[in-house]
Protein backbone atom coordinates (compact mmCIF):
# COMPACT_ATOMS: atom_id res chain seq x y z
CA UNK A 1 0.00 0.00 0.00
CA UNK A 2 1.51 3.44 -1.02
CA UNK A 3 1.03 5.94 1.70
CA UNK A 4 1.16 10.04 0.85
CA UNK A 5 1.88 12.28 4.13
CA UNK A 6 0.21 15.30 3.02
CA UNK A 7 1.75 18.20 6.22
CA UNK A 8 -0.31 21.57 6.05
CA UNK A 9 -0.37 24.63 8.27
CA UNK A 10 -1.98 25.80 10.96
CA UNK A 11 -1.48 25.47 14.68
CA UNK A 12 1.76 23.43 15.63
CA UNK A 13 1.21 20.09 14.94
CA UNK A 14 1.29 17.45 18.09
CA UNK A 15 4.33 15.92 18.97
CA UNK A 16 2.78 12.36 18.42
CA UNK A 17 0.49 13.22 15.71
CA UNK A 18 2.21 10.43 13.90
CA UNK A 19 1.50 8.34 16.45
CA UNK A 20 0.29 4.44 15.14
CA UNK A 21 1.33 5.62 11.33
CA UNK A 22 3.49 3.87 8.85
CA UNK A 23 6.59 5.48 7.45
CA UNK A 24 5.27 7.32 3.69
CA UNK A 25 6.46 6.66 0.64
CA UNK A 26 6.21 9.76 -0.01
CA UNK A 27 5.84 13.55 1.79
CA UNK A 28 4.03 16.18 0.46
CA UNK A 29 4.10 19.93 2.42
CA UNK A 30 1.59 22.67 2.09
CA UNK A 31 3.14 25.88 2.29
CA UNK A 32 3.81 26.03 6.35
CA UNK A 33 3.36 23.06 6.55
CA UNK A 34 6.92 22.21 5.32
CA UNK A 35 7.78 23.86 9.30
CA UNK A 36 5.43 21.54 10.37
CA UNK A 37 6.97 18.37 8.75
CA UNK A 38 10.94 19.43 10.03
CA UNK A 39 9.07 19.66 13.89
CA UNK A 40 8.27 16.17 13.15
CA UNK A 41 11.38 14.88 11.90
CA UNK A 42 10.01 14.11 8.26
CA UNK A 43 12.06 15.38 5.01
CA UNK A 44 9.12 16.55 2.49
CA UNK A 45 9.42 15.76 -1.49
CA UNK A 46 7.26 18.14 -2.56
CA UNK A 47 6.00 21.35 -1.19
CA UNK A 48 2.93 22.96 -2.60
CA UNK A 49 1.69 26.71 -2.52
CA UNK A 50 1.85 30.53 -2.38
CA UNK A 51 4.49 30.48 -0.08
CA UNK A 52 3.30 33.07 1.88
CA UNK A 53 3.17 31.45 5.26
CA UNK A 54 6.29 29.11 5.09
CA UNK A 55 9.21 30.67 6.84
CA UNK A 56 12.50 31.63 4.46
CA UNK A 57 14.55 29.27 6.79
CA UNK A 58 13.04 26.87 6.08
CA UNK A 59 12.77 27.17 2.37
CA UNK A 60 16.34 27.70 1.89
CA UNK A 61 17.07 24.34 3.69
CA UNK A 62 14.84 22.95 1.12
CA UNK A 63 16.32 20.52 -1.65
CA UNK A 64 12.74 18.89 -2.97
CA UNK A 65 10.38 19.49 -5.48
CA UNK A 66 8.42 23.32 -5.25
CA UNK A 67 4.76 23.89 -6.81
CA UNK A 68 4.53 27.30 -6.48
CA UNK A 69 0.67 29.18 -6.95
CA UNK A 70 0.02 32.61 -7.15
CA UNK A 71 -1.30 34.17 -4.02
CA UNK A 72 -4.68 34.75 -6.03
CA UNK A 73 -5.56 31.65 -6.58
CA UNK A 74 -8.81 29.61 -6.24
CA UNK A 75 -7.67 26.98 -3.98
CA UNK A 76 -6.75 26.53 -0.81
CA UNK A 77 -2.86 25.66 -0.64
CA UNK A 78 -4.09 21.99 1.08
CA UNK A 79 -6.41 21.59 -1.92
CA UNK A 80 -3.40 21.96 -4.15
CA UNK A 81 -1.25 19.59 -1.90
CA UNK A 82 -3.65 17.01 -2.15
CA UNK A 83 -4.33 17.20 -5.80
CA UNK A 84 -0.58 16.27 -6.05
CA UNK A 85 -0.65 13.88 -3.89
CA UNK A 86 -3.72 12.31 -5.58
CA UNK A 87 -1.69 12.57 -8.97
CA UNK A 88 0.81 10.41 -7.87
CA UNK A 89 -1.52 7.37 -7.39
CA UNK A 90 -1.50 6.61 -3.79
CA UNK A 91 -3.97 3.86 -2.12
CA UNK A 92 -3.74 6.28 1.04
CA UNK A 93 -3.23 9.94 1.90
CA UNK A 94 -2.54 11.20 5.26
CA UNK A 95 -3.02 14.37 6.33
CA UNK A 96 -1.51 15.73 9.36
CA UNK A 97 -2.07 19.28 10.55
CA UNK A 98 -4.17 22.30 9.62
CA UNK A 99 -6.57 22.47 13.19
CA UNK A 100 -6.49 25.81 14.81
CA UNK A 101 -6.76 29.28 13.15
CA UNK A 102 -9.60 30.00 11.00
CA UNK A 103 -12.87 28.31 11.41
CA UNK A 104 -13.62 28.52 7.55
CA UNK A 105 -10.43 27.15 6.58
CA UNK A 106 -10.68 23.87 8.49
CA UNK A 107 -14.41 23.38 7.17
CA UNK A 108 -13.49 23.85 4.20
CA UNK A 109 -10.51 21.42 4.47
CA UNK A 110 -12.29 18.79 6.22
CA UNK A 111 -15.17 18.81 2.76
CA UNK A 112 -12.47 19.18 0.61
CA UNK A 113 -11.21 15.57 2.05
CA UNK A 114 -14.64 13.95 0.65
CA UNK A 115 -13.86 14.68 -3.14
CA UNK A 116 -10.77 12.76 -3.28
CA UNK A 117 -11.51 9.52 -5.41
CA UNK A 118 -13.27 6.95 -3.01
CA UNK A 119 -10.61 4.41 -3.60
CA UNK A 120 -7.96 6.48 -1.89
CA UNK A 121 -8.03 5.60 1.62
CA UNK A 122 -8.16 9.59 3.33
CA UNK A 123 -6.95 10.36 7.10
CA UNK A 124 -6.46 13.41 8.51
CA UNK A 125 -4.96 13.99 11.76
CA UNK A 126 -6.14 17.44 13.23
CA UNK A 127 -4.14 18.65 16.57
CA UNK A 128 -6.02 15.23 18.78
CA UNK A 129 -8.55 14.36 16.55
CA UNK A 130 -8.33 11.82 13.73
CA UNK A 131 -11.36 11.90 10.75
CA UNK A 132 -11.44 9.50 8.80
CA UNK A 133 -13.51 9.87 5.34
CA UNK A 134 -15.83 6.76 4.52
CA UNK A 135 -17.47 5.95 1.27
CA UNK A 136 -17.66 2.30 1.73
CA UNK A 137 -16.16 0.74 4.73
CA UNK A 138 -13.89 1.68 7.30
CA UNK A 139 -12.01 0.03 10.39
CA UNK A 140 -11.31 2.73 13.45
CA UNK A 141 -9.29 2.27 16.21
CA UNK A 142 -9.68 3.76 19.47
CA UNK A 143 -10.03 2.93 23.22
CA UNK A 144 -12.98 1.13 24.94
CA UNK A 145 -15.70 4.11 25.78
CA UNK A 146 -13.86 6.65 23.35
CA UNK A 147 -15.90 8.96 21.43
CA UNK A 148 -16.60 8.90 17.99
CA UNK A 149 -19.02 10.33 15.64
CA UNK A 150 -20.53 9.92 12.51
CA UNK A 151 -21.49 12.75 10.36
CA UNK A 152 -22.97 12.37 6.71
CA UNK A 153 -21.52 14.99 4.06
CA UNK A 154 -22.93 15.94 0.66
CA UNK A 155 -26.58 15.31 1.76
CA UNK A 156 -27.92 11.66 3.39
CA UNK A 157 -25.86 8.78 4.26
CA UNK A 158 -27.77 5.29 3.32
CA UNK A 159 -27.47 2.20 4.34
CA UNK A 160 -25.10 3.17 7.84
CA UNK A 161 -23.85 0.07 9.37
CA UNK A 162 -21.84 -0.27 12.70
CA UNK A 163 -19.99 -2.84 14.54
CA UNK A 164 -17.94 -2.11 17.80
CA UNK A 165 -19.70 0.65 18.72
CA UNK A 166 -21.74 1.26 22.11
CA UNK A 167 -24.79 2.33 19.82
CA UNK A 168 -25.16 -0.06 16.68
CA UNK A 169 -26.67 1.16 13.77
CA UNK A 170 -27.99 -1.54 11.34
CA UNK A 171 -28.88 0.04 7.50
CA UNK A 172 -29.66 2.97 8.77
CA UNK A 173 -30.20 6.33 7.39
CA UNK A 174 -28.31 9.17 8.68
CA UNK A 175 -29.61 12.61 7.09
CA UNK A 176 -27.79 15.62 5.93
CA UNK A 177 -27.65 18.07 9.10
CA UNK A 178 -28.88 15.70 11.52
CA UNK A 179 -26.83 15.04 14.91
CA UNK A 180 -28.04 10.74 15.20
CA UNK A 181 -24.40 10.15 14.62
CA UNK A 182 -22.71 12.17 16.86
CA UNK A 183 -21.07 10.85 20.22
CA UNK A 184 -21.06 7.70 20.08
CA UNK A 185 -18.37 5.64 21.97
CA UNK A 186 -16.07 2.56 21.32
CA UNK A 187 -17.13 -0.55 22.86
CA UNK A 188 -14.17 -2.21 22.40
CA UNK A 189 -10.28 -1.22 20.62
CA UNK A 190 -12.29 -1.58 17.54
CA UNK A 191 -14.96 -0.74 15.33
CA UNK A 192 -16.35 -0.83 11.59
CA UNK A 193 -18.49 1.61 9.41
CA UNK A 194 -20.15 0.82 6.27
CA UNK A 195 -22.07 3.25 3.66
CA UNK A 196 -24.15 1.72 0.95
CA UNK A 197 -24.75 5.26 -0.65
CA UNK A 198 -23.38 8.29 0.54
CA UNK A 199 -20.08 9.99 2.09
CA UNK A 200 -19.50 10.36 5.92
CA UNK A 201 -16.95 11.77 8.06
CA UNK A 202 -15.56 9.27 10.95
CA UNK A 203 -14.63 11.34 13.97
CA UNK A 204 -12.80 10.73 16.61
CA UNK A 205 -12.56 13.99 18.64
CA UNK A 206 -9.80 12.78 21.34
CA UNK A 207 -9.21 15.30 23.80
CA UNK A 208 -10.19 19.08 23.71
Do not use: C, Y
Request: aromatic share 4%; net charge negative; proline share 7%.
Amino acid sequence: MTTIFVITGGDPVPADALEGLPSPDLVVAADSGLDHAEALGLRPDVVVGDFDSVSEEALDRFDGHLERHPVAKDATDLELALRSAVGRAPDRIVVVGGHGGRLDHFLANALVLTTLPPTVEVEWRAGSAEIHVVHATTRLTGDPGEKVSLVPVGGSAHGVTTSGLRWPLTDATLSSGSSLGVSNEFSGEHATVTVRQGTLLAIIPGQP
